[in-house]
C-alpha cells in the first residue's frame, strides 16, 4: 500500500489507466487489497469531476487473483459479446464488448497477463481508447479522501 491508501505493486498486477491524451479529470474512486487471499482491485474514472453520465466518460476497473479464473465461461444470462481492439501499452490487444442497444453505455472485458482490465462507459467507442500501465497513481485526485 501507498501513502493513500492504494494497493502497491504485487507480482502479476498492473494498473491500467486511459492514457496521457485523455482531456478530462482523472480520479481513483475505488481500491481494495484482501491479505488474505492477495485479491487486489483499482477502480479509476476519466469523465466529468462530478461524475455527469451524460458526458464523455469512462471507468476502468484492474483485478488481480479471485477476479479472474481463466477458463471459465460468462454466466448463460449475458447477451452475446463482440470482438473489439484496445490498445494497450502500445500494442493491439483483444477485448470482449457488450453494448446496451438502447443506449450508447458500453462494457469492455480484456485480460493483459494476470490482470483483468474491465471498462465501462458511454459516449466514445472503446476502440478510439489507449490504455497505459501505471505505477504511480499521485496525478488521479481521490474525491472520497477525507476533507482536513
Known amino acids: 500500500m501507498n501513502d493513500q491508501g ?3 505493486p504485487a507480482d502479476g498486477f498492473s494498473v491500467f ?14 481500491h481494495g487489497y ?3 487471499t492477495g485479491a487486489i482491485h483499482v477502480y ?7 461524475f455527469d453520465p451524460q458526458v464523455e466518460h469512462v471507468t476502468v476497473f484492474s483485478a488481480f487473483e479471485v477476479y479472474y479464473h481463466p477458463g471459465e465461461e460468462p454466466p448463460a444470462s449475458l447477451p ?3 470482438p473489439v481492439t484496445i490498445t494497450t501499452d502500445g500494442k493491439p490487444m483483444p477485448f470482449e464488448l457488450w453494448r446496451n442497444s438502447s443506449n450508447r453505455y458500453w462494457v469492455a472485458r480484456g485480460c493483459v ?3 483483468e ?3 465501462s462507459g458511454s459516449e466514445i467507442e ?17 474525491p472520497f479522501a477525507s476533507i482536513g
Open 113 to 115: 497477463e494476470s490482470t
Open 126 to 142: 472503446p476502440s478510439e481508447l489507449s490504455l497505459v500501465r501505471v505505477s504511480d497513481l499521485t496525478s488521479f485526485s481521490n
Open 17 to 30: 489507466a486511459v492514457d496521457a491524451s485523455w482531456p478530462e479529470s482523472r480520479q481513483v474512486t475505488g
Open 80 to 82: 452475446a459479446s463482440e
Open 44 to 50: 479509476l474514472w476519466f469523465g466529468s469531476p462530478y
Open 117 to 119: 482490465v474491465v471498462l
Open 34 to 36: 484482501n491479505r488474505a
Open 6 to 8: 492504494i494497493p502497491g
